[in-house]
């Protein structure tokens, strides 16, 4: 039986081959779609799940509210997880990560500058499961300048040598000794770095202060372990620990700061969390996050599961919308069956066999597309993509109840339509069938052209938030700065660098600074003109030079900035505008801040100015209140920009170079644009919206694909219609209107639909930025208007071909 109805489906594709190919195509391009994206968001929950106790690993993160500024820091205190594991039985194991600086590498002849170098505890490969090459991962990290290499950075040194038991020369003072190789990071773990060092090198790994945030600590609790309850128990920590230092630098009880409204706590947040869930649920400053820290928003993966059903959701409705609207050519052939005693049952399945059929060609179709996208595709978004047939036992299954399951729903309907028809209806055009089978067809088209108007909406608003972005006053000139992003590699040299520079006359300023617009711009606790009390200002601070203002085109507002005139300008800041806001006085130069216990130690500072406010981080956060110092950079990193002249651009980078490998003795010349570093803030924005453009042209693709299909079947009906009105008069433009009426209502009910869905989708979208565009009424006019004209577009082709052919011809149809 199953034989001669696939016999059918192949007779049925044959004779109707224009039918065939538009349904296969649009079933196998929404399969595509749907599969490519769903792969995307398969991958991006297996973030870190490749670790054997990810379900009992939690990072820890500091949650403060300090005079009515909230946040949330992903790191901690050094002496966090020693503590915790000794005061509750819960913890089994505990690690923590840092980041000490840069460092020259040499072994031999060879010699690199490397940045992803990280201290880790010995107890690191407890807790992550990352498989050792060569050594012991239980004994790697044990000693003082012990470091582990990726299988990468082992095979840059020493080719395919074991490189266990061999030194670094280090800074070409020190070294460390090399105790293990472990397989590179996964492309699926939200931490990666090249070097793990051991944090015993560090002595400051061992402070007992507890106001420094600069470490990851990682926990693994006891299974059954309730993290909520352990929140709570975590409080006692911060009133025996965090509370007499802070009560020491503040001059007041630590009740005193809390009954003010202010708050400070620490909290879990599961290690299958941290890429997808950070900012979204756990409101984790991402300025907090190392460079290395692989996030993502699980914001994005709900739109794109949501493109991904809208897709595979549009290619199912052309399906039905092209069997239904064909139903009444097999009409007869219902009738001749039923005559001849077959039942409805067997008629369903008759019909629902061939759209799995259809589907399963449409799979065969969309895998040879998924094979040769997929690649492409994961190389645009950086992440390891791959339909798995072989070494995955679930992937032929899935994909056979993926056929089953999209013949089933896409064929369920014409099955159940066309196996209920009577012989005596057969004769029958007008009955109340057609005009329910009419009403179904009007609704999947206006469901369809709904969610495509919903996507163009989507890219739209897109495209326009984007564009605010990289044109939107920064408060500072962002044009023709070139940011040298390895300072470091200049040490005693960076005075003469800057004097040799400033000799060309296409460089105006250099300046060093710490980092801005990415991770790491640093913030800390402040009491403004006073030494004592509980109304702490969060301030963050960059460490400056003199020529910070003049290089960047930053304004002052009041005051001065600092000038070697002034010696004591070492114990002097200025305060951004923000910052100045939070201060209780009109005017606070001349006021004093006092910072709160950078390395245990205070300092007080005299306020000599107050600069205009500048987006140091991006625009997804509002700016905060910023503290600018003169000081050599405290941090790890440091960065040194330029500004040039546009004129002679390329000669002038190649000064900078040819300096740069004068006074380095040829180190790595690491050196980027800060306009372009600026756009990497908003690279997950712009590969979501360059998606949703491509992913939403593919879906007008497949509604256009159905409606072209749609409109043949509608002209082939009305043939005999567009004869008569030929005969009596009507020209060719008065037909062409008369057949796409109906599908410009269906538009327009579209659109009503679509409105109020994609303001609330692109609102909520457009909340993840301090500054943002609003939805223009006009986007919304403009989306409806390109569905329009592409659905009239699309219909006329087939409506101009019918009202141009012979009228006799027409009047003969049937």
Known sequence: MLKNYFQIAVRNLKRDRVFSFINITGLAVGI???????????????????????????????????????????????????????????????????????????????????????????????????????????????????????????????????????????????????????????????????????????????????????????????????????????????????????????????????????????????????HLYSQHDYGIDLNTEWSNVDNSDIAYVYIFSAVALFILLIAIINFMNLATARSEKRSKEVGIRKTLGSSKTKLMVQFITESIFMSFL??????????????????????????????????????????????????????????????????????????????????????????????????????????????KNLGFNKEHLVSINNADALTNQLEAFKNELLKNPNISSVTKSSVMFQSGVPGNGYLYNKQTGSDVISFQYLDVDYDFLKTYGIKLKAGRYFSKDFPSDTSAVLINEAGARECTSENPIGKTLKQIGINGEDKTYTIIGVIKDFNYESLHQMVRPLVLCLNNVRQPGSVLTVRVSSSNFKQTINYIEE???????????????????????????????????????????????????????????????????????????????????????????????????????????LKNFAYRVNLEWSVFVLSGAIALLIALTTVSFQTIKAAKANPVESLKYE
């Not at 239980?138 to 080719?159: C, D, Q, R, W």
């Open 32 to 274: 595509t779609c749907f599969i490519t994206l769903s792969l995307y968001i398969i991958y991006e929950f297996s973030y870190d799940r490749y670790n054997k106790k990810v379900d009992q690993t939690y990072r820890v993160y500091v949650h403060s509210n300090i005079n009515n500024i909230e946040s949330n820091n992903s790191k901690t205190a050094a002496p966090l997880g020693a503590e915790l594991s000794r005061e509750f039985p819960e913890v089994i194991n505990y690690t923590r990560i840092g980041y000490f600086g840069s460092h020259n590498f040499r072994y031999k002849d060879k010699e690199f500058k490397e940045w992803d170098i990280y201290g880790a505890d010995s107890t690191y490969f407890e807790i992550f499961t990352l498989p050792f090459l060569y050594g012991n991962p239980k004994t790697a990290l044990v000693h003082p300048n012990s470091i582990v290499l990726t299988e990468e950075m082992s095979k840059k040194y020493f080719g395919n040598e074991n490189p266990v038991g061999k030194s670094f020369i280090v800074d070409d003072k020190g070294s460390y000794l090399i105790t293990g190789v472990m397989k590179d990071f996964p492309k699926n773990s939200h931490f990666r770095c090249s070097f793990l060092l051991s944090m015993s090198t560090f002595p400051v790994s061992k402070s007992d202060y507890w106001l420094n945030l600069w470490y990851s600590t990682y926990l693994v609790l006891k299974k059954g372990t309730d993290p909520h309850a352990f929140d709570d128990k975590m409080k006692n920590v911060v009133l025996n620990k965090v509370g007499p230092q802070a009560e020491a630098i503040l001059g007041v009880p630590i009740k005193d700061f809390f009954d003010k409204g202010n708050s400070y706590g620490f909290y879990l947040q599961p290690l299958a969390y941290i």
């Open 362 to 471: 449409a799979v065969l179709v969309s895998v040879v597309m998924i094979e040769t996208i997929l690649p492409v595709f994961g190389r645009f978004i950086g992440k390891e993509l791959k339909l798995d047939f072989f070494n995955n036992i679930y992937t032929v299954p899935l994909i056979i109840l993926f056929i089953l399951f999209v013949g089933i729903l896409a064929g369920s309907y014409p099955a159940f339509y066309l196996s209920s028809f009577q012989p005596s209806q057969i004769l029958k055009p007008n009955s109340g069938k057609r005009g329910k089978k009419h009403l179904l067809r009007n609704t999947l088209v206006i469901i369809q052209f709904s969610i495509s108007i919903t996507l163009i909406i989507g890219t739209l608003s897109i495209k326009n938030q984007l564009d605010y972005i990289q044109n």
């Open 659 to 765: 300096t740069w490998n004068k006074l380095t003795n040829n180190q790595r010349f690491s050196y980027n644009f800060v306009d372009q570093k600026l756009a990497q803030l908003y690279e997950s924005e712009e590969k979501t919206g360059q998606i949703t453009t491509v992913f939403s042209s593919l879906a007008l693709f497949i509604a256009c694909l159905g409606l072209f299909g749609l409109a043949a079947f509608i002209t082939e009906q009305r043939t005999k219609e567009i004869g008569i009105r030929k005969v009596v008069g009507a020209s060719i433009i008065e037909i062409v209107m008369i057949l796409s009426k109906e599908f410009t209502k269906w538009v327009i009910l579209a659109n009503i639909i679509a409105w109020p869905v994609a303001y609330y989708i692109m609102n909520n979208w």
